[in-house]
């Protein structure tokens, strides 16, 4: 499903439906909408998406890919941008501005820096706004076309994971069971290692896997593991 155009007269906050794949081409340009809630079912953002809008913070869920063409380009009120892991691409001028440009502070969590399309940071003040990129990343933001251009790149300290160790199960004696922690991720894309921990009278058929297995007990009442 994709968002068509959104009426340059909404003001204030608003929340793209779970139901939204796609940020269409243009669909908030002009708008004066300063606050967006992008969703993470959204996995791409068209050219020109939020062109000339009025918001003053971008927070791009992980479910994202790709920045489009111009996509966000001459909000003049935005202050800061966070980029996920997942985008490895970014379209030109995505967040190019005026001489006027306020934003202070660009986030990208990706350790291998995003393919920039031309100009995607024309007029944002590089000795002003911070670019803040994950630990052990600075290097290779120095030296990439268009990021080594920002003079102050801040490595963040390293981010605990999300461990998701996937969904309550109710099951049998005897009867095999799968764990699955493949949901588990790092904000910043590294790559997830795994070290089950079993409670007492379960055996895993390893602790290093994403999706271990092990036979449930014997128990002589109902019994919660955990």
Do not use: H
Not at 32 to 54: H, Q, W, Y
Not at 92 to 110: G, M, P, Q
Not at 177 to 187: E, F, I, K, M, N
């Amino acid at each position: 499903t994709k968002t068509v155009l959104c009426s340059k007269l909404k003001k204030g906050k608003y929340t793209i439906p779970s139901t939204i794949k796609t940020i269409g081409a243009y669909s908030f340009a002009n708008s004066r909408l300063d606050s967006i809630f992008i969703s993470n079912s959204v996995t791409e953002i068209d050219p020109g998406a939020f062109n000339c809008s009025l918001i003053k913070y971008v927070d791009i869920p992980s479910s994202v890919t790709s920045i489009g063409y111009n996509a966000f380009s001459f909000c003049l009120e935005l202050k800061s941008i966070r980029i996920p892991a997942s985008v490895k691409n970014i379209g030109s001028v995505a967040f190019a501005s005026k001489s006027d440009c306020k934003l202070i502070k660009i986030t990208c969590l990706n350790r291998i820096p995003p393919i920039l399309g031309e100009s995607v940071f024309s007029y944002v003040d590089k000795i002003k706004c911070v670019l803040y990129v994950p630990s052990g990343a600075k290097s290779a933001y120095q030296v990439t076309d268009q990021w080594k251009d920002f003079i102050n790149i801040v490595e963040m300290p390293n981010q605990a994971p999300t461990s998701n160790a996937g969904a309550d199960q109710t099951v049998n004696e005897n009867s095999l069971v799968t764990l699955d922690g493949s949901a588990s991720s790092y904000a910043d894309g590294q790559t997830i290692t795994y070290n089950w921990i079993a409670p007492e009278g379960i055996t895993l058929s390893s602790t290093s896997s994403a999706k271990p297995t092990f036979i449930a007990p014997e128990v002589n009442v109902d019994t919660k593991f955990s």
